[in-house]
Each structure stands twice: as structure tokens, then as C-alpha cells.
């Protein structure tokens, strides 16, 4: 058997776990259970003490207008015992063919003196060993003492099929004229009419007492259960407000662990930019600078004796280190593009690669508006200016293409070749230029918008970014 803790642990679990109109229904329920069936017991007993006096009181008023003028010479010692017996006898019997009332409540009849003595009864055939000391003192006081006794227990020889319950009264008999208490009179009467009507004013009682209990707990319920209602909706408001809360701050967490890997990625793109930018540098303008400082410094034809060089000439050195910074330059420095339409802006990064690489570009525009945020405008530039430039390294600007349109808040940006390659640019960034692949995918992700590369070996590249025209809002 499982310790009473435990099941008690378990009760309150279940117990909690339950709304508050089924807790108030379970605890009312039970108190008022309580509380009513004590109250209805109260109630139950008080009626039928109440039937069972009223009959008593009423009987007691009929033995006292019937018996109280045959006895009032009870003490006198000349009166014997068969001469009382005789004129009780001879009143009780022809009473009982005379009235009907005295058939009613006069079954047994006993005459008790004061002294607890027996002074007459009405059957020969009762039981003598009978102790009422109780009883006769009760009366003898002055109050009506009452009972219920079945047949059986006051007379001998009574059959079973006879026996019935019987109505006990003792009442005090006085002597006509004064409060004096003479006697005690003692008599039965049949049983069954009380008990019926002491079990009719039981059911009454309970009742009356369980509809107004049903009716009590009715409308608490009503009461409680709308309150529940109430405090259950509050309660799941609250529960979902919590719960957005906890996505907000769940969703705060990931952005700020975004935020913590954009600046480590931008950190990473910088170097890359800036080693590649040195690279460029070290390659190009440096290296046509140390032949011009060589071809400015030195002989050049004692110089090419001595190491059988023939060096350019410094003007033309000269020309080609601007044309080297020129073309540097150009890549790092945007157009002006506060003054500049949206269209004007994918023109223009068109144009600079199409002047760079002399090769075609075809430019479809949809719906575009005239300007958007300058941040967005300048992502657009830096990612046609990427995507056209790994179209150019890695496909030999075979079958270039621009395409740009807004549907709403977002503007889609297609840039496609034709041409066919060997390596995918996404795995390998050391293939792009400047800004890369990762610089896009950043540039794109900081303005909440979406990068899709699809390159395939033989069909060429398609770059695809959507992007909100207003990040702020998007």
C-alpha cells in the first residue's frame, strides 16, 4: 500500500492542476454537503419532535378532559383498588364503543400515583416488569414525557402479525380547580399515522433543505466559474504575452549574436579587402614605379649594358602607373548618387564595368523607383559591380546580364552569364575580387535582405538578391 504522504502529494497535484470552477465545485460541494446535511438532520429532527409533542400535547389535553374527574378521589384511602379498576374499566370500555376519539388515542391506559405506584391499568395482560421511573418523574413535574413502544413490549402473548408501534405519552392529571398534580396518567396510542407523518415532515425537511442547497451552490457556481472564466482568459493573455515576450528576447539573443558574428565577419572582410587592395598596389602601380625610379635615377643605356635590360621609356611608365592608380581608384570611388536616380545607379556600375572589360552587358528594368535609401542603393551598385566581375574572371564575360524590378517594399536584382567554369566562386572567395562573395552575402544580410548564387558547370552563374527599399521598415 503506498504511504498516505504520497497520496496526499498526489491529491494536491491533481487538485491544482484543475480550473477554479471545478476546485470551488469540489470543495463547495463538499462543505456545503457537510453543512447541509448537518443542518438538514437539525432541521429533520426538530419537525418530527415537533409532530411527535403536538401529538403528545394533544393527546395529553384528551386523557386530561377524560380521565381527570374520574380520579380526583385518588388519595383517599377509603377508595379501594378494585373499585378504581372497576369505575375505569366501565368508563374506558364504554368510551371505546362510544367515541371514536377514544378509540384513536386510548389503546393502553395506565393511572400512575405519585409515588410511582400503579394505580390502574387497562389491560390484564401487560408486562409488569416495566421500570418508567424516568417517565413518571418527568410528569409528575409537570412537562409531557414521550416515546415510542412496539405492542409486544407492553403486553404478553401478542402475535407477531399483530404487533404494532405505539405512541408513549406521559401527562400529568391535576385536580380540577388548581395546579395540584394528583397523578400521572400514562397511554398508548397507535403509532403508524405519527410515523407517517414524522417521515413525510423528514423528506419535507431535507427537501426543502437540499433544494436550497443545490439553489446556494447553483449560483455560487455561476458566479465562481464566470470569475474562472475571466481569470482563465487573463491568464492565457498573460501566458501568451510571456510567451512573446520570451520569442522577443529569444530573437533579441539571436540578432545580437548576428550583430557579434557581422562585426567578426566584417572585421575578416576588411583585412581581406585591405591584403588584396596591398596586393594590387604591390603588383601593379609599385612595381611600375621602381621601373620608373630605376629608368629616372640611372643611364638607361649604361644600364641595360650592364644587365642587358632594355628599360621602357619613363613616359611611358609614367602613363601606365596613371592608368594602374586610375583604374584602383575607380573601383573604390562611388558615384555621386544623391543626385542620381535608381536607375542611373545600376547604369552607372554597368557602364564602369562594361568600360573596364570591353565586354556586353544586356540591362532589363522593371518598376523601380527613383530613389531609396542611400544604403541600398549603394549595396546595389557593390553587388553588380561583384557579380559582374566574377561573370568577367570566371566566365569570360560570356552572355552578361542585369535584371532589376520592385514589387512593393522589395526590389529583386538578377545578374547572370552564360559562360561555363570548373569551380563554384561561393566556396571559393580567393576567386572574387575586392569586396568577395562573403562582402556581398554581408552587405545583403545587414540590410535584411537575401543572397541566392546558382552556378552550374555549364550553364553559367545567376546571382539573386532581394532586398527591402526601406531596411529601417523591411
Known sequence: MRPLSDMVADFRNGFGAMSL??????????????????????????MQEGATRS?????????????????????DPSLTQDSLKRRLDSLFANALFSDSAVRKHFVILKVWRLDKSLAYVSSSNFRPSEIVEREIAIAASG????????????????????????????????????NKIIAVGEFYQSGAWLIEER????????????????????????????????????????????????????????????????????????EYYLAQLGA???????????????????????????????????????????????????????????????????????????????????????PLPDHAAPAVMICCYRVIQEALNNAYRHAGGEDQHVHAESSGSWLTLVISDGGTRTKDVTRNPKLSSRIGVPGMRMRIEALKGTLEIKTHARNGTKVIVRLPLDPVDG
Request: glycine residues 6%.
Open 55 to 75: 401529538a403528545a400535547e394533544s393527546g395529553a389535553v384528551f386523557l386530561q378532559s377524560f380521565l381527570q374527574p374520574h380520579i380526583q378521589d385518588l388519595d
Open 21 to 46: 470552477s471545478r476546485q470551488f465545485v469540489i470543495t463547495a460541494t463538499l462543505i456545503m454537503g457537510i453543512a447541509m446535511l448537518v443542518l438538514g438532520s437539525w432541521v429533520s429532527q426538530r
Open 143 to 178: 412537562h409531557i414525557a414521550t416515546g415510542f413502544e412496539d405492542l409486544d413490549e407492553m403486553l404478553v402473548n401478542v402475535k407477531p402479525e399483530d404487533n404494532v408501534v405505539l405512541l408513549e405519552v406521559y401527562a400529568p392529571l391535576y385536580q380540577i380547580g388548581s
Open 280 to 366: 594590387d598596389i604591390h603588383d601593379g602601380p609599385l612595381q611600375i614605379l621602381s621601373l620608373l625610379m630605376l629608368s629616372l635615377g640611372s643611364d638607361g643605356q649604361d644600364l641595360a649594358d650592364d644587365r642587358q635590360v632594355q628599360l621602357p621609356d619613363s613616359t611611358e611608365l609614367a602613363k601606365k602607373l596613371h592608368s594602374e592608380l586610375r583604374e584602383l581608384s575607380s573601383g573604390l570611388v562611388l558615384p555621386g548618387i544623391q543626385e542620381m536616380q535608381f536607375s542611373g545607379i545600376i547604369e552607372a556600375a554597368v557602364r564602369r564595368h562594361q568600360d573596364l572589360t570591353a565586354t556586353a552587358v544586356t540591362v532589363t528594368l522593371g
Open 199 to 270: 417521515r413525510n415532515a423528514r423528506n419535507s425537511a431535507w427537501a426543502t433543505v437540499g433544494a436550497t442547497g443545490l439553489m446556494m451552490l447553483a449560483g455560487l457556481f455561476l458566479i465562481v466559474s464566470r470569475g474562472s472564466a475571466t481569470i482563465d482568459r487573463q491568464r492565457l493573455a498573460l501566458e501568451e504575452e510571456i510567451a512573446h515576450v520570451s520569442a522577443l528576447a529569444a530573437q533579441n539573443k539571436s540578432l545580437r549574436r548576428v550583430a557579434d558574428q557581422a562585426r567578426v565577419n566584417a572585421s575578416e572582410a576588411n
